[in-house]
């Protein structure tokens, strides 16, 4: 410890030589010693002082070179300052004294130490305190979080901090400056925000930002690449079809615009997908079967478009895990209900109204359920002329609910719940018989199911994946007309599926599991025989009547076993097979298929199918009395060849070319014209089916999207051995969809769907003659069909969006037939068929639409 | 599909643009009703005879040209336009009386079945034994001076066994009340105004093996409209309207048929209304 000091020098005297110098009487000192080099003295650590300020007097013999011989101390103030003090005084250097003469001389000099207590060292200014800006980032409207956006805190060109932000869209900032900086948040695919920020130094702020979606990059279709087991599968996300004309926003409306797909007269409900009749194709939600996709007439889907997540469509060559059915299949795919909020929608349309609900119950469990409802019947009876015979006890209305839960009790592992069901009903009353005196009284239908759904997905090791689902159900189906006839049809309906994934080795995966269904089924009906396929209409009146009520219950197991094999990276090879057991006709059947893709490009790929496809008859077909119970299963056999390739600005192109046997098809059976006895219905039936489609997909600057789908295809039936080939109900040879949306800004957005398509074959009567009995004229059709004008049609929507913080308002005007083409959709004759028209179809139709999404 | 269905039913009925005359309006040759005696065949007497009578109305300058009638003992049905399963079984038929045709049907029957077998066609029901009943077909074709030619079947039941007893018999027009009165065709003339209405009455009995709820009555006219095509339940109300007429249109010409709809059949007419035009 060093102390600071003052020395003084005084009370000079001579040493030694002095008295010689007296002697002489010249010897005066002339010049006292002159402190050259000044010696702390030096202090223990942490020596206290007596006082802020000490002082020691210390007597030094300062010889002639100047160096200190001794010190004594004078005045002291005490250990351990007193011996540093004279330790010091020994280390003092001094110019030496001298006289007059200039001769050095030894000198006793007095010496004053004058220590002061040093100060304790000043602490550091503390630092300046930080400005702390916390905040989340949301979409507009959607409230979603925006995740991985960049958030900047800077002051002129110095970046303060930087941040990005999580999932949840949250970021935090700490950050020293003054007390203005300037806050950037720089998302991808959202509207950039700078904003100016006050904060003095060790404040905390807390902030939310809205930003506006830019872009509509993920807004496509898309085809799986993943795991792809058909030769053509469409993958629809729900957020693609919000605004393409025609469909109201409804996801699942949109399949009709897809290729291999024939368009419905009246824009009905049926599924033609490549040529098959409409029941050989399936519906599933989440890979079990759903009764019905759409309300009657086609109007809206029975699953509402609010919980999809994406529609896989494939119209031919599909998978293992898909069977009884020799067309194509439509899985819906539903997603889970909101995690991160309480969300929910309202719309409003001519055709119906509904809302949705949806968001987190805690952090393993959300909940979500909407409902939709019909308004027809509000407005349909103003439409129906004064001098119609008919009226409506209960105008066309139907609804539909779904309910949805989805709980995770570990990361790899999801349970799902849904319970979903659909109503169609109509009761009409004919005040007069028509030309046809069956057709009177009330015309009744009622259309129903409620279904719940469980499953449950877990990844068991990261090679070995299972999921599970139960559905079980009540189905009704109910026509009636008048007193004379009505068809009722209920079914109470258990099914399981299940599927093992296993990836066995990197270039081998397995897939093993079961679809097995349960039906207990009732038919009642006193009526003629079910329409079938290739009939020609004859008046109710003019043909026998069956009756029946009958119980059966039908049982369906099955099992399947695919493999993905990889011998090269470019290649995979899907060989599968697939095990059914119908039990209403007591016959098994095995399915083989196989699918095969070759990467030639990282823009091209290729993919080739064949594969076997067996279907039961249907139920009237195969119950006894009605029924034959030793039809066998109906056939197809599939083969396709498609490829993928992909375009510079932002096309894409698909072609798909397909050629379907069909044999085993059920037939009524001609024998029973001279053997009642005989059964209704044969498997003598055959078909061929063959076509390619197209698909041109663009997407252009997030501004202009959509695609263009051409099908060319044939079908073609014959009803019996040696008959003559005629063509299917709903061949179309030509099928053309362009549709595309123009994002114009500021809310703005224009759709355009233009449809050109082959009209329908039909038969054509050439004359008729009278039942007397039943005061019908019962038509003579001719042998060869002829085909209705082709059909074409616009469709243009225009949607303006506002886009509020936490919520969308979008209003829409979709106007369907957009220049009034009167579209011939059948042909009407007069009572004894002498005379005919086309009937049209439906007029232009403006549809106003409201929605709110929050 | 059932839903479809009766979409496809009410759609044309909704529709306002088919703009077709009405089955009621004779505007041609039309047979009204083939009338069989008895209403269903019974094989298990083969020397039954059944008649069958053809009411015809013809427009009131036009002739028959040509009455022609077959018989197919084994019809394909409407879905088969009543053509008959082996043309060979066809039997051409003449009349014993204008447009009235008799025939024992069961050896025509008989025969028609040998011709099956041989060509090694199956004719049967359960158990080898033959069907129970069957439908047979005739055919009356009506060619005129006027006109397209008229052709109506009457697809008579035919019974191998437990044919009904007491056999069927046909409904009966009871009462007719054409404006109030109680019509008859011979003694009552009426008189209309153009666009005036004529209110009908009718009271059916059903025939035995029917009843009431089978019955339902067509209406004719040879100008004019009604306001129901038909009306059911035996008891028929319904208006007759002179509107829509023709320029030369005087009169009109009122039919009533009663069916039961299993070839029960029963016809009134025609009845002679006066038309007073208004002036032009």
Same mark, same amino acid.
């Given at each position: ?9 005084s ?5 030694g ?10 010897p005066?000192l002339?010049?006292?010693?002159e ?10 650590e942490?020596?206290? +002082? ?13 010889t ?12 002291g ?14 280390r003092?250097r001094?110019?030496?004294g ?5 001769t ?8 004053r ?5 040093p100060?304790?060292?000043e602490?550091p ?6 400005l ?9 409207? /959607?409230?979603?979080?925006?995740? +991985?956006a ?8 110095l970046i ?7 999932e ?13 900086v300037?806050l950037?948040?720089l ?12 904060g ?14 830019t872009g509509r990059s993920?807004?496509t279709?898309v ?13 629809i996300?729900?957020d693609v ?5 025609? /469909? ?10 897809l ?10 409900a ?5 040529g ?5 194709s399936?519906f599933f939600?989440?890979?079990?079967e759903i ?7 086609g ?11 994406a529609?896989?469509?494939?119209p031919?060559?599909?998978?293992p895990?898909?069977?009884?059915a ?18 929910g ?8 109204a ?6 987190p ?8 359920g909407s409902f ?6 509000a407005f ?18 139907? +609804? ?13 592992h ?5 319970y979903?069901g659909?109503?169609?009903r109509?009761e009409?009353?004919?005040d ?6 069956s057709?009177?009284g009330?015309?009744s ?14 990844e ?6 299972q999921?599970?689902?139960v ?6 189906l109910?026509?009636a007309l ?10 109470f ?6 599927v ?10 397995v ?16 009526s ?5 396929e ?17 119980n ?7 099992v ?11 290649l ?13 006709i007591?016959k098994?059947?095995v399915?083989?298929?196989?699918l095969a893709?070759?990467?030639i490009?990282e823009?091209s ?25 030793d ?16 375009l510079?600005w932002?096309l894409s ?8 046997w069909l ?19 044969t ?5 061929r ?12 600057d ?9 099908t ?8 019996a ?12 040879p ?8 123009w ?8 759709g355009?769907?233009?449809?050109l398509?082959s ?12 039942d ?6 019962v038509?003579?059709?001719a042998?060869e069909?002829?085909?209705?004008p ?10 303006k /969006?506002?886009?509020?913080?936490t ?8 106007v ?6 009167e579209?011939?959709e ?16 439906l007029?232009v ?7 709110g999404?929050w | 599909m ?7 039913v009410?759609a044309?009925?909704?529709?306002? !643009?088919m703009?077709?005359d ?5 505007d041609e040759p039309r ?7 008895p ?9 039954a ?11 009131? @300058?036009?002739?028959?040209t040509s ?17 008959c399963v ?6 051409e ?5 204008? $447009? ?14 040998e011709?099956?077998?041989?060509s $090694? ?5 359960e ?18 001076s006027?006109?397209a030619?008229?052709? !109506?079947v ?5 019974? @191998?066994?437990?044919?009904p007893?007491?056999?069927?018999t ?15 065709s ?5 008189r209309?105004?153009?666009n005036?209405?004529?209110?009908i ?13 089978d ?13 129901r095509?038909?009306?059911?339940? $035996?008891?028929g109300?319904?208006t007759?309207?002179?509107e829509?007429?023709?320029a030369?249109d005087q ?9 039961d709809?299993r070839?029960g059949?029963?016809? !009134?007419?025609?009845?002679?209304v006066?038309?007073l035009?208004?002036?032009?």
């Amino acid at each position: 410890m060093r102390a600071a000091l003052a020395a003084i020098v005084s009370n000079l005297a001579l040493l030694g030589a002095s008295p010689a110098l007296a002697d002489e009487g010249t010897p005066t000192l002339f010049e006292p010693p002159e402190l050259e080099q000044m010696v702390e003295p030096v202090l223990p650590e942490g020596a206290l +002082y007596p006082a802020p300020e000490i002082e020691l007097v210390v007597e030094l013999d300062v010889t002639r070179t100047g160096t200190v011989a001794a010190a004594r101390l004078i005045s002291g103030v005490g250990h351990p300052f007193d011996d540093a003090a004279v330790e010091a005084g020994t280390r003092l250097r001094f110019r030496p004294g001298r006289l007059s003469d200039g001769t050095a001389v030894p000198v006793r000099v007095t010496f004053r130490f004058r220590m002061f207590e040093p100060k304790a060292p000043e602490p550091p200014p503390p630092p300046p305190e930080p400005l702390t800006i916390r905040g989340e980032i949301l979409e507009k409207g /959607t409230r979603r979080p925006v995740p +991985y956006a960049t958030v900047m805190a800077r002051e002129a060109r110095l970046i303060l901090a930087e941040a990005v932000t999580d999932e949840r869209g949250r970021f935090e900032l700490s950050f020293v400056s003054s007390a203005t900086v300037t806050l950037e948040l720089l998302p991808s695919g959202h509207e950039a925000l700078s904003e100016t920020v006050r904060g003095e130094p060790g404040a905390q702020l807390e902030r939310r930002y809205y930003l506006a979606r830019t872009g509509r990059s993920y807004e496509t279709i898309v085809r799986g690449q993943l795991e792809r087991r058909e030769v053509n599968k469409e993958v629809i996300r729900a957020d693609v079809v919000a605004k393409v004309p025609g /469909t109201q926003g409804d996801t699942l409306k949109v399949i009709q615009n897809l290729p291999g797909v024939a368009r419905p007269s009246f824009g009905g409900a049926p599924l033609v997908l490549r040529g098959s009749a409409p029941g050989d194709s399936r519906f599933f939600l989440e890979g079990q079967e759903i009764p019905g996709l759409y309300h009657f007439g086609g109007l809206r889907s029975t699953f509402n478009s609010a919980f999809l997540e994406a529609v896989e469509f494939v119209p031919g060559n599909f998978g293992p895990e898909f069977g009884r059915a020799t067309g194509g299949i439509v899985d819906v795919r539903t997603r889970d209900p909101a995690t991160d909020a309480f969300r929910g929608s309202v719309d409003l349309n001519l055709y119906d109204a509904g809302f949705s609900l949806e968001g987190p119950v805690s952090e393993k469990l959300s909940l979500g359920g909407s409902f939709h409802r019909s308004w027809i019947d509000a407005f349909l009876p103003a439409f129906i002329p004064d001098d119609s015979n008919l009226s409506f006890d209960t105008a066309p209305r139907f +609804y539909d609910y779904q309910i949805l839960a989805t709980w995770r009790p570990e990361e790899k592992h999801k349970l799902k719940a849904i319970y979903y069901g659909s109503l169609d009903r109509l009761e009409a009353l004919f005040d007069d018989p028509a030309d046809d005196p069956s057709v009177r009284g009330t015309l009744s239908t009622r259309v129903m199911f409620h279904n719940l759904y469980l499953s449950s997905e877990a990844e068991l090791s990261d090679r070995l994946k299972q999921s599970t689902s139960v559905q079980t159900g009540y189905q009704e189906l109910r026509f009636a007309l008048g007193p004379d006839f009505f068809f009722d049809l209920n079914v109470f309906r258990v099914a399981l599926r299940s599927v093992w994934d296993f990836d066995a080795h990197e270039k081998l995966s397995v897939r093993l599991g079961t679809d097995t269904r349960l039906q207990f089924v009732n038919i009642a009906l006193s009526s003629p025989t079910p329409p079938k396929e290739g009939d020609t209409p004859v008046p109710l009146s003019s043909v026998d009547i069956l009756s029946v009520d009958e119980n059966a219950t039908v049982t369906e197991p099955s099992v399947f076993l695919s493999l993905v094999y990889r011998p090269i990276e470019a290649l995979s090879l899907l060989p599968s097979v697939r095990l059914d057991y119908y039990s209403a006709i007591e016959k098994a059947t095995v399915d083989p298929r196989f699918l095969a893709e070759l990467r030639i490009h990282e823009t091209s790929t290729l993919r080739a199918g064949l594969g076997l496809y067996q279907q039961p008859p249907q139920p009237d077909e195969s119950a006894e009395p009605t029924g034959n119970p030793d039809l066998n299963a109906e056939r197809s056999v599939q083969a396709s060849l498609g490829m993928e390739q992909k375009l510079p600005w932002g096309l894409s192109l698909g072609l798909t070319g397909f050629y379907k046997w069909l044999d085993e098809l059920v037939v009524r059976n001609p024998a029973l014209a001279t053997n009642p006895s005989a059964p209704l219905y044969t498997n003598e039936g055959t078909g061929r089916i063959l076509g390619l489609e197209a698909l041109l997909r663009f997407e252009l600057d997030d501004v202009l999207s959509g695609w263009v789908a051409y099908t060319f295809q044939r079908s073609f039936r014959t009803d019996a051995p040696g008959a003559e080939e005629r063509v299917f109900d709903f061949d179309q040879p030509h099928i053309l969809t362009a549709l595309g949306t123009w994002n114009i800004g500021a809310g703005w957005s224009l759709g355009v769907r233009w449809r050109l398509v082959s009209g329908n074959p039909y038969a054509p009567v050439t004359g008729s003659i009278y039942d007397a009995f039943t005061d019908v004229y019962v038509p003579v059709f001719a042998r060869e069909r002829s085909r209705l004008p082709s059909f074409h049609q616009l469709d243009v929507r225009l949607d303006k /969006t506002w886009t509020f913080d936490t919520w969308k308002l979008n209003l829409y005007l979709d106007v369907q037939n957009a220049y009034n083409r009167e579209n011939p959709e059948g042909v009407s004759y007069s009572y004894d068929y002498s005379q005919s028209q086309f009937i049209s179809g439906l007029p232009v139709l403006p549809i106003f639409g409201i929605r709110g999404d929050w | 599909m059932r839903f479809v269905l009766a979409l496809l039913v009410v759609a044309p009925l909704v529709s306002c !643009a088919m703009d077709f005359d009405p089955p009621s309006l004779l505007d041609e040759p039309r047979i009204l009703a083939l009338i069989p005696d008895p209403i269903e065949i019974d094989l298990s007497d083969p020397t039954a005879d059944i008649e069958i009578l053809s009411v015809v109305h013809l427009p009131s @300058t036009a002739t028959v040209t040509s009455s022609r009638w077959s018989f197919c003992p084994i019809s394909t049905g409407a879905r088969g336009a009543f053509t008959c399963v082996l043309p060979a079984c066809q039997i051409e038929l003449d009349e014993i009386a204008p $447009g009235l045709v008799r025939v024992a049907p069961a050896t025509l029957a008989a025969e028609c079945q040998e011709r099956l077998r041989s060509s $090694g066609i199956e004719f049967e029901g359960e158990a080898g034994m033959p069907p129970e009943s069957f439908e047979t077909s005739f055919r009356h074709r009506v060619e005129t001076s006027e006109g397209a030619p008229a052709e !109506a079947v009457a697809r008579v039941r035919a019974f @191998t066994r437990n044919a009904p007893s007491p056999a069927r018999t046909h409904p009966r027009i009871s009462q007719i009340r054409l404006g109030g009165m109680v019509a008859d065709s011979l003694a009552t003339e009426l008189r209309v105004v153009e666009n005036a209405e004529l209110n009908i009455e009718l009271e059916v009995e059903a025939g035995t093996g029917s009843t009431e709820e089978d019955l339902y009555v067509s209406y004719y006219a040879t100008a004019g409209r009604f306001f129901r095509l038909r009306t059911d339940r $035996g008891a028929g109300t319904n208006t007759w309207t002179a509107e829509e007429l023709g320029a030369g249109d005087q009169a009109a010409e009122l039919y009533f048929v009663a069916r039961d709809g299993r070839g029960g059949q029963a016809v !009134a007419g025609p009845y002679h209304v006066e038309i007073l035009r208004s002036a032009p």
